[in-house]
Antibody, heavy 117, light 110 residues
């Protein structure tokens, strides 16, 4: 059974960099695409990006200039960094596994990140 | 930019059938697969339909998905409604550069 668990600071200051990690169990991290998706308070879902082995990445065009994703295979983890954060980046951040034609079969429980001024 | 438009809310009684629509803002929605996710309050989304009309293991056959090219829309149909189906439902698709989610539909089973 594949399981994902997000971790990282719940509070980030405006203009700084948000950093999150997703730990994968039950599936080889180097065999799948992995993704980050966020949900702002009371709002819908927004795809941030996905990657395969840190070699192939694809980011949401609206966030591309501020986002970096990477994989640490030895720890079965992948990460997200969002630079120059503002209040608009306050959200619950989910990591997820991407399968086939861009669908997400397994999600983490999500982690709340609040950007403070 | 390609967008997916969903009704804000729908409601129906237990035992009835409800259909939630997802309309593409441009292009042909049938060009790329559509997925549907269920999100209960305080929980992460789970997939109920993928690749237009496929159900993941464990999802009851009360859930079905379809595409209507003439209206450029996808639909999620839930039959035999149960109170546990009350949740937010999101459609999702993609284009050449982006993965797109609809705004979500709140299903109330009353």
């Amino acid at each position: 059974q594949v399981q994902l668990q997000e971790s990282g600071p719940g509070l980030v200051k405006a203009s700084e960099t948000l950093s999150l990690t997703c730990t994968v169990s039950g599936a080889p991290i180097d065999s799948f695409f992995w993704s980050w998706i966020r949900q702002s308070p009371g709002k819908g879902l927004e795809w941030i990006g996905y990657m395969f082995n840190s070699v192939s990445t694809s980011y949401n065009p609206s966030l591309k200039s501020r986002v970096t994703m990477a994989v640490e295979t030895s720890k079965s983890q992948f990460s997200l960094r969002v630079s120059s954060v503002t209040a608009a980046d306050t959200a619950v951040y989910y990591c997820a596994r991407r399968l086939g034609a861009n669908w997400f079969d397994t999600w983490g429980r999500g982690t709340q990140v609040t950007v403070s001024s | 930019n390609f967008m997916l438009n969903q009704p804000h809310s729908v409601s129906e009684s237990p035992g009835k059938t409800v259909t939630i629509s997802c309309t593409g803002s441009s292009g042909r929605i049938a060009s790329n697969y559509v997925q549907w996710y269920q999100q209960r309050p305080g929980s992460a989304p789970t997939t109920v339909i993928y690749e237009d009309n496929q159900r993941p293991s464990g999802v009851p056959d009360r859930f079905s998905g379809s595409i209507d090219s003439s209206s450029n829309s996808a639909s999620l149909t839930i039959s035999g409604l149960k109170t546990e189906d009350e949740a937010d439902y999101y459609c999702q698709s993609y284009d050449s550069t982006n993965v797109i989610f609809g705004g979500g539909t709140r299903l109330t089973v009353l």
